[in-house]
């Protein structure tokens, strides 16, 4: 078979590089070697797909040059896809933080992109790997599952390592190798933080004990939104954010209470209920369970008219900075991204393409570009898909 653009991978930022390509008349085929596209928009946002963000800005993006991103962020915004969204008559909302979501089904999303894909002529084949690519004089062969594909331009956008229950392989690391590309050093990213030893033991039965708002720091980078403890460690948006940024040996914090200050409110409780044990009145602060095992293995208890006003803030004080030792990731396993990968040297900010093979291109999650929960990651598909499409 012989197409202008062939397009590996038929997820998010396949799919739109596949739709704006095809929109200027190029021949296309995406392929996928899932059975079916758009698995991972599917699952996202518990199924509702998170699809971007309105507060979308290159500071919420991770990537050894910070620069790369904003050429394709600026050219193809939130408000572009939104008008695509809204074209469709999918009904969408806020939910927090900028963050949209489908009323319904992530599987509208898909829908729309499938129909738009058929609308511009983009044909679509599933359950097909990819086993050789070569470049030639005219572009690229490549041996698939399903034949040989002649094209002039390829577009890799095969994603990342994460989840790899979904499919995810390392495809499209090992195509940058092989035509000179530079790939920097991948690891999970959004993903619950794991803990082992005695920190484990302490803390492992409360699996299931929530905290609504805690900020997670690390350095000088913090996250403020919910926290939850699990059967391994600890997970939540502000643990998943902290993750891509955490790395083994680092000083994780977290802030309990961050919307309150938690000497000035024992203080007060204190002249309110005198004989009330700490641990009791902190449960009223924090969820119980979380609350008598911090008393029982850190703060101690005792009536709170026994504590002086010095003792209640310094007990604030570390409610406040809460040291918790991290062991490690869940790994890819249950990230929802992959940092690293393709490093962004070795292409164009402006058009994705290669600077060492003309007519190769990389986008999406397999560049070293990762965003923030909330949206983001899928903003950098659609704009990253757009760069490409319209000049492969």
């Not at 993006?61 to 408000?79: D, G």
């Not at 009223?284 to 208890?301: F, H, K, N």
Request: hydrophobic share 40%; proline share 4%; net charge neutral.
């Amino acid at each position: 078979m012989k197409v202008d653009v062939l397009v590996i991978g038929a997820g998010a930022a396949g799919l739109m590089c596949a739709i704006t390509a095809g929109q200027r008349g190029r021949r296309v085929l995406a392929l996928d070697h899932a059975n079916k596209p758009g698995k991972k928009i599917l699952m996202s946002g518990g199924g509702r797909c998170n699809f971007t963000n309105l507060g979308v800005t290159p500071a919420q993006y991770i990537s050894a040059n910070p620069h790369f991103c904003k050429s394709a962020l600026a050219r193809y915004t939130p408000a572009d896809f939104i008008a695509l969204v809204e074209k469709h008559r999918i009904a969408y909302h806020e939910k927090e933080l900028g963050q949209l979501f489908c009323d319904e089904s992530s599987k509208l999303i898909v829908r729309m992109l499938l129909d738009e894909c058929a609308t511009a002529g983009v044909r679509i084949e599933t359950s097909c790997a990819v086993e050789r690519v070569r470049k030639t004089d005219e572009g690229f062969t490549v041996l698939t599952a399903n034949g040989e594909v002649h094209a002039e331009s390829l577009v890799v956008a095969s994603g990342g390592l994460s989840i790899p229950s979904m499919g995810a392989t390392g495809l499209g690391y090992e195509l940058a190798r092989q035509f000179g590309h530079n790939v920097l050093p991948t690891r999970a990213g959004l993903v619950p933080l794991t803990l082992s030893g005695k920190h484990l033991e302490h803390y492992q039965d409360l699996a299931g004990v929530a905290l609504p708002v805690a900020e997670a720091r690390v350095g000088k980078r913090s996250f403020c939104a919910g926290l939850l403890f699990t059967h391994r460690g600890i997970s939540g948006p502000s643990i998943l954010q902290i993750s891509s940024y955490w790395q083994p040996g680092d000083e994780l914090r977290i802030d309990l209470s961050p919307q309150q200050d938690i000497g000035d409110w024992l203080i007060a409780q204190r002249a309110a209920r005198p004989a009330a044990e700490l641990r009791n009145v902190l449960g009223d602060l924090l969820p119980r369970r979380l609350a008598q095992r911090l008393c029982e293995l850190w703060l101690g208890s005792r009536p709170m008219r026994q504590y002086r006003d010095a003792d209640l803030n310094d007990t604030g004080a570390r409610l406040h900075d809460w040291p918790i030792v991290a062991s490690g990731t869940e790994g890819y396993r249950t990230a929802e991204v992959t940092l690293g990968g393709v490093d962004t040297d070795g292409l164009s900010s402006s058009t994705m393409q290669s600077k060492h093979v003309p007519g190769l291109y990389f986008i999406g999650e397999v560049v070293d570009v990762t965003g923030w929960l909330g949206g983001y990651n899928f903003q950098w598909a659609w704009a990253s898909g757009r760069a490409a499409g319209e000049v492969a």
